[in-house]
T-cell receptor, first 117, second 114 residues
Framework: AQKVTQAQTEISVVEKEDVTLDCVYE???????LFWYKQPPSGELVFLIR??????QNEISGRYSWNFQKSTSSFNFTITASQVVDSAVYFC??????????????FGKGTSLLVTP | DAGVIQSPRHEVTEMGQEVTLRCKPI?????LFWYRQTMMRGLELLIY????????DSGMPEDRFSAKMPNASFSTLKIQPSEPRDSAVYFC????????????FGSGTRLTVV
């Protein structure tokens, strides 16, 4: 079975603070993909990043960075110098192939981030 | 590319009525997924298709829900009869050859059953 846990339900920060969103996953498979999606107040799901299980290299994209550690089964997301526009719900998701759910995404419950001026 | 297109964006219906949600995936994508988002259960997979064939519908709540994909460019999710507990946001997503190329979500349909 696979599971994604986002222990932080809500986080509130003041603009320009750094914030890290935690994601812990469970799977027995060796081949899998991890994702982060952003859901702003408008409701759409916006793709942020995809990482496969064989690539533990951390990634930075502007103010966003991701730390993938297989040893702790974590795929954490950090926003540096947060801005009000970063306010959204962020979802971590796991995808792996199995005979039942194929390539479907399994989502965590999401972390609601509020950035105040 | 126009992305994944869902219609309608909002639907309000009375309990007992039939509701049909529509999805047009990205051209060339061979996987299509229907998800439901509620506050209580988060984002949950309802059903997915591969090359227009339903592969796994174990997430479909009950027989009131049905989904079809008559061709590569169109899918429907139907609820008959609808109930207030079906109120949720329904997302359609498509992908190419599994997860390697990511998943693209539509804007969702917000369904309210009164």
């Amino acid at each position: 079975a696979q599971k994604v846990t986002q222990a932080q339900t809500e986080i509130s920060v003041v603009e320009k603070e750094d914030v890290t969103l935690d994601c812990v996953y469970e799977t027995r498979d060796t081949t899998y993909y991890l994702f982060w999606y952003k859901q702003p107040p408008s409701g759409e799901l916006v793709f942020l990043i995809r990482r496969n299980s064989f690539d533990e290299q951390n990634e930075i994209s502007g103010r966003y960075s991701w730390n993938f550690q297989k040893s702790t089964s974590s795929f954490n997301f950090t926003i540096t110098a947060s801005q009000v526009v970063d306010s959204a719900v962020y979802f971590c998701a796991l995808s792996l192939y199995n005979s039942n759910s194929g390539y479907a995404l399994n989502f965590g419950k999401g972390t609601s981030l509020l950035v105040t001026p | 590319d126009a992305g994944v297109i869902q219609s309608p964006r909002h639907e309000v219906t009375e309990m007992g009525q039939e509701v049909t949600l529509r999805c047009k995936p990205i051209s060339g994508h061979d996987y299509l997924f229907w998800y439901r988002q509620t506050m209580m259960r988060g984002l949950e997979l309802l059903i997915y298709f591969n090359n227009n064939v339903p592969i796994d519908d174990s997430g479909m709540p009950e027989d009131r829900f049905s989904a079809k994909m008559p061709n590569a460019s169109f899918s429907t999710l139907k609820i008959q009869p609808s109930e207030p507990r079906d109120s949720a946001v329904y997302f359609c997503a498509s992908s190419l050859s599994g997860q390697r190329h990511g998943y693209t979500f539509g804007s969702g349909t917000r369904l309210t059953v009164v």
